[in-house]
């Protein structure tokens, strides 16, 4: 029996039996990497079993649509194997929550649904039988049955539509142009062995020497967690991927995961990870990616869909709502998660409103799926009681307490409560300061009672392009010695490499202040005791509002300051964090993901669905404005005006985009001041129409006449 997957002009159809065995080794392929070569085999076998029927044939001549994902749910959910069911019934429309036989969209309603005659799939397919799999539950064991399904739909998925590509292209797209593990370890370990070298532990870079000596040990040991905590400065971007290919290697796994909160900090890692390893082994995943050349594009735009590459740097809001997601274009990257090293840069920047799925979920990747976890930061985040007992963390990083001592180039100043008068009369006195505050109406008001030419400003509301522009600018002033004031919010204080003689942070949570006290004398070329981190309050005023997600850190780093004299030490940092997560209590789990999935046990009833849809690491909904000030954005306005979509055209454009909650868009869209380009269901697309609004030192600054809506 014979599926007509093309047009019957072309010289060769693909047969039921051809597409249904061709999943099916793809699926068994990618689920033997966690033990369930089987299970994958079985469900692609059965996934289009309902394309035997009559009624489907028609289809395929424009007949009536027929439904044909759940014929083969039906007949595994009638042999018990409801986990290979789950996954054959949302292959094409994503998995569904469990439901109940009275809701027809649900699981249980499909389970119950007539179907068209299909059983002409007897004289081909030959129903498998699977055995037991090799799935150690964590508590409950909803939880890890759940994440077993996505998983193993992730298999299926991925399967499906490499197969389809491979018959409709007849062979030719190529995946896979990347290296091998070993190979790219032979690249890093001849770009650190001259540093090997260096024994002298008194010198910064003989320390930095010893922390990577560490990791080049201790990626021989065992698969587990791991915590890599190196102090600003020690060099932890090359160190934590020395640990991590000399652990794939040593264990065969097939690739290292980076795991990232800001963008910026992804593309100053995956840049260094391309010089030493080479462009075409690193995938960078995130929204601002811009690829250099349609050959550049096919091949990671490919890479993309399911993460096939060894090396792959990717924000937390891809990995986590990957994790979460029910959708197959999703899902498709994540059975790939499996047999690697995933490293989460800056770990305290863990999601906080959903840090027990977050850590369930990572331990699930520990336990039954082959990978390695490092938690690496400066300021490592009190996470051991989220684990479960039998995952212990281990430590790489020698004499964490003594490498801080090293370290420590500024002494960190508690200075209480002032008003704004005195700060911005402290600022005028610096020749190079940042100042980083809470508010960007605070930032907004020092910096004008500031501003002259070498004062700048930083804000969310200027394009990616402006902001790297004015990032160069202060970086050249530093680096020569010219007097330079910054003034600006928490975007600078985590992947930006600046080296300030003196630093003003606003209090706010200690990993904050800590990594705002990383850009004062970064390179150690200035006395530490020349070298101050002020920390300070103002004055509140009723016009400024903290936003609320600070509140708390605030309350607890107020306690530790009273308690502690050096608020940097790893006692300090440790006992923040306890604070801060046990106020925080069952908000750690906003949406009680976990037990919605726990509670799915024993009736296989899981909410994929609806936890899809409530997983959200950035809650607020967000309009993108196009700023055509420069003649590149010109000339992408006009190319969306006519018509044109594309992902390449998209993001290209996003390096002159702006971002802003949705009641200052409508604000300002109100006032007549954008004009809609594109509204398509994923990318919306508004130009600025008036483009004074948008100045060099500020950004995007606009009063709008409804609600005079206030951007900075």
């Not at 035997?52 to 042999?79: M, P, W």
């Not at 190979?183 to 320390?207: F, M, Q, V």
Request: glycine share 6%; aromatic share 10%; with cysteine.
């Amino acid at each position: 029996m014979y599926l007509a997957h093309i047009s019957e002009d072309k010289q060769r159809e693909q047969s039921a039996k051809e597409h249904l065995e061709g999943v099916a080794k793809l699926s068994g392929m990618f689920a033997a990497a966690f033990g369930c070569e089987k299970w994958g085999y079985g469900c692609g076998l059965m996934h289009d079993i309902g394309k035997y029927s009559i009624e489907f044939q028609k289809r395929l001549h424009g007949g009536v649509k027929v439904d044909h994902a759940t014929a083969g749910a039906k007949e595994l959910c009638s042999r018990g194997n409801i986990m290979q069911a789950y996954c054959v019934s949302g292959h094409h429309a994503g998995l569904p929550d469990g439901g109940s036989p009275a809701e027809p969209a649900s699981f249980y309603g499909r389970m119950k649904k007539e179907l068209k005659d299909y059983q002409a799939f007897r004289e081909e397919i030959e129903i498998p039988v699977f055995s037991g799999a090799p799935l150690k539950p964590i508590g409950k064991g909803g939880f890890s049955a759940a994440f077993f399904i996505r998983m193993l739909f992730s298999c299926l998925v991925d399967a499906d539509f490499l197969d389809t590509e491979h018959f409709m292209k007849q062979g030719n797209v190529i995946r896979g142009d990347h290296e091998s593990i070993e190979k790219l370890y032979d690249k890093l370990y001849a770009h650190i062995s001259p540093w090997l070298a260096n024994d002298n532990e008194n010198t910064i870079n003989g320390r930095r020497t010893a922390i990577l000596r560490a990791c080049l040990e201790k990626g021989k040991d065992k698969q587990g967690l791991y915590q890599l905590t190196v102090p600003t400065g020690g060099g932890k971007t090359v160190s934590s991927l020395t640990f991590a290919l000399q652990h794939a290697k040593e264990h065969h796994l097939e690739r290292i995961i980076y795991v990232i909160p800001f963008t910026s900090i992804i593309e100053q890692n995956a840049q260094v990870f391309k010089d030493i390893l080479g462009k075409n082994n690193v995938l960078e995943n995130h929204c601002n990616v811009v690829c250099d050349n349609d050959e550049e594009l096919g091949d990671m735009q490919l890479a993309a869909e399911n993460w096939d590459k060894p090396v792959i740097v990717t924000t937390n809001v891809q990995f986590f709502e990957s994790l979460f997601a029910n959708k197959t274009s999703k899902c498709r990257k994540i059975h790939n998660i499996s047999k690697s090293v995933i490293i989460f840069d800056e770990a305290q920047m863990l999601p906080v409103n959903y840090l027990r799925p977050c850590i369930q979920a990572v331990s699930e990747l520990i336990y039954n799926y082959h990978c390695s976890v490092v938690l690496c930061t400066a300021t490592q985040p009190a996470l051991k009681p989220f684990f479960p007992e039998f995952i212990k963390a281990e430590e790489i990083c020698p004499d964490v307490k003594g490498q801080y001592e090293f370290f420590k180039r500024t002494n960190v100043k508690d200075i209480g409560e002032i008003t704004e008068e005195t700060l911005i009369s402290e600022l005028e006195g610096k020749q190079q300061v940042l100042c980083i505050l809470n508010s960007r109406k605070r930032v907004q008001r020092v910096y004008g009672s500031l501003k002259g030419k070498n004062t700048y400003h930083l804000s969310t509301y200027m394009y990616p392009k402006h902001r790297r522009s004015i990032l160069d600018r202060i970086t050249r002033n530093l680096k020569h010695g010219r007097p330079c004031k910054l003034i600006a919010t928490s975007l600078v204080e985590a992947g930006v490499d600046f080296d300030f003689a003196s630093v003003f942070r606003e209090l706010a949570g200690i990993d904050s202040v800590i990594q705002a006290a990383g850009r004062c004398n970064r390179e150690g070329i200035r006395k530490k005791d020349e070298s101050e981190t002020i920390i300070f309050s103002l004055e509140q005023s009723e016009d400024i509002h903290i936003p609320g997600q600070l509140k708390l850190p605030i309350s607890v780093a107020k306690q530790i300051t009273k308690k502690y004299e050096d608020i940097t030490s790893p006692e300090a940092i440790h006992e923040y964090f306890q604070r801060l997560y046990h106020f925080r209590g069952e908000s750690l789990d906003i949406k009680n993901i976990v037990e919605s999935f726990e509670k799915g046990i024993p009736s296989f009833n899981f909410p994929f669905a609806t936890a899809a849809k409530e997983f959200h690491i950035i809650e607020s909904q967000t309009k993108t404005i196009l700023v055509d000030k420069e003649p590149e954005a010109m000339e992408l306005v006009e190319r969306l005006r006519r018509g044109e979509h594309s992902r390449e055209l998209f993001r290209a454009a996003g390096q002159f985009c702006v971002s802003v909650y949705e009641n200052d868009f409508k604000n300002l869209d109100g006032a007549g001041m954008l004009e809609a380009l594109c509204t398509d269901i994923d990318t919306d697309f508004y130009v600025l129409r008036d483009k004074e609004l948008y100045t060099d030192d500020r950004g995007l600054t606009v009063r709008a006449e409804r609600g005079d809506a206030l951007l900075w």
